[in-house]
């Protein structure tokens, strides 16, 4: 049985279902949670997801596995670290951008 409680849009649960068939021969597993990876380039890997196998393991997975990113959890660290500095990066554009502009918004 697959939990789709989280609702991991059905293109990316088809391809971590045979993510999961080929890698660990397990045709049932509970989507735990998932998140998008978020990317400034073109043809990146765009969901991690975490699953439960039925014998208990915890695995991170990417449905949509377009490039070799070594070991996940270390992946997603480094992921959160550029979206911090992208964040502060561009709260710095907005507060240059009002600053000059008079405090509007709109250019």
Not at 51 to 79: I, Q, S, T
Request: aromatic fraction near 8%; include cysteine.
């Amino acid at each position: 049985m697959v939990d789709t409680n989280n609702f991991l849009d059905p293109a990316m649960m088809a391809l971590l279902r045979e993510q999961m068939l080929e890698a660990y021969g397990a045709e049932d597993f509970e989507v735990i949670d998932w998140v998008p990876v978020l990317w400034s380039g073109w043809e990146c890997d765009t969901t991690m997801v975490h699953v439960r196998l039925l014998d208990g393991r915890d695995l991170l997975g990417m449905p949509d596995k377009v490039n070799d990113c070594g070991d996940l959890a270390d992946f997603l660290r480094e992921r959160c670290q550029e979206y911090l500095e992208i964040e502060g990066r561009t709260q710095q554009l907005l507060a240059n951008f009002r600053s000059k502009q008079g405090g509007r918004d709109a250019v």
